[in-house]
């Protein structure tokens, strides 16, 4: 038997365990796929997923977190698990009734068989190189613990005029050809969406519940990915930028509209109260809070002079003084949020 077979035979006996023994079986890695009503873009995601080259030796799982869905979801993923191939990776399905996508990716990061976790939103399509990159880069990062992915849009029509200046709001993700280390005093880190993640690295620093748990159907309150990865970066792992790993992020019309976008500006600038003091000692916070209240100030009237009355006709404008003004009244947001839901939680505990 040549070494190849016997490789071979060794990454099929591993396949074949994690299918019965999930928990028993430390894979190389796991793709864990959050999803909320996803059942019609998920066939494409795992299409993807199938085609997977330079995985021969490697042995690997998908995992589908069904985030509390309330269409077709588990019936695609039924379906693929009866037509996937034997000697194909496991395809595994959990259900997770906390909506959330904080809620999701921390179902996926409990269970997964690997000691990396990469994460594909339902609406990103891999390369047919990106897992393979994803690997050999944690290989060659022993101390990365989040690893960012290179993402481009694919739109269903055109974006309105000045796009690219919110781009990254769509976690579209350009930042050249060369690998790079986001660095912590540049406060910047990457979007969720095609991260891969050292499980452990998760499990020690990232806490169960966080304060912000992702966008439902109520609200657009969105933040959960970055407060995760600074969690990581701030016990000591360094985030890294793979351009190698390669995403197509399909963006539909209705997202693309001056309301969802405003909606969505408004979520992030809102969240930015918590994930801007995750980034300080607790001793600066006093400090840093107005600094960044006079700049949200003073990007508001440079924003209001430039553009004066094109607020009103130019999309990406608008999107963009929403954020400024979503971000100034975010500590107070933050605040009232913590409180209400503290009450919440006594009003439950007198009524045990």
Known sequence: MSVLDHGDRLVGLRHAFSRVFPEKVDLDMSVAIPTYNGGD?????????????????????????????????????RHYQREWRS??????YVFEPKQGAAYARQKAIQIAASSLVGFLDDDTLPSMTWLISAYRFAQAHPQAGVIASRIRGSFETNPPQNFERIASLLALTERGSQPLMYA????????????????QAWLDNVPK??????????SMLTGEDTESILHIQRAGWDVWYNPGMRLQHQ????????????????????????TRMLSVYLWQRPLILPLYTANDI?????????????????????????????????????????LKQQLQKHRLFLSR
């Open 41 to 77: 873009r998920l066939a494409v995601v795992l299409e993807c997923l199938r085609w997977q080259l330079n995985m021969r030796n490697l042995s690997w799982e998908i995992i589908v977190v069904d985030n509390n869905s309330s269409d077709h979801t588990s019936e695609v993923v």
């Open 87 to 92: 000697h194909t990776v496991p395809l595994r």
């Open 184 to 199: 912590p005093q540049q406060k910047v880190v990457p979007p969720s969406a095609g991260m891969v993640v050292r499980r």
């Open 209 to 218: 519940e966080l304060v912000l748990t992702g966008r439902t159907g109520t």
């Open 251 to 274: 963006i539909p019309s209705n997202r693309l509209t001056r309301q969802y976008l405003q909606k969505l500006c408004r979520g992030i600038g809102l969240s930015r109260y918590r």
């Open 298 to 338: 003073r990007k508001i009237v440079i924003h209001c002079l430039r553009y004066r009355q094109d607020i009103i006709q130019d999309d990406v404008a608008a999107c963009e003084l929403t954020l400024y003004l979503a971000s100034l009244i975010s500590p107070l947001f933050m605040i009232q949020r913590s």
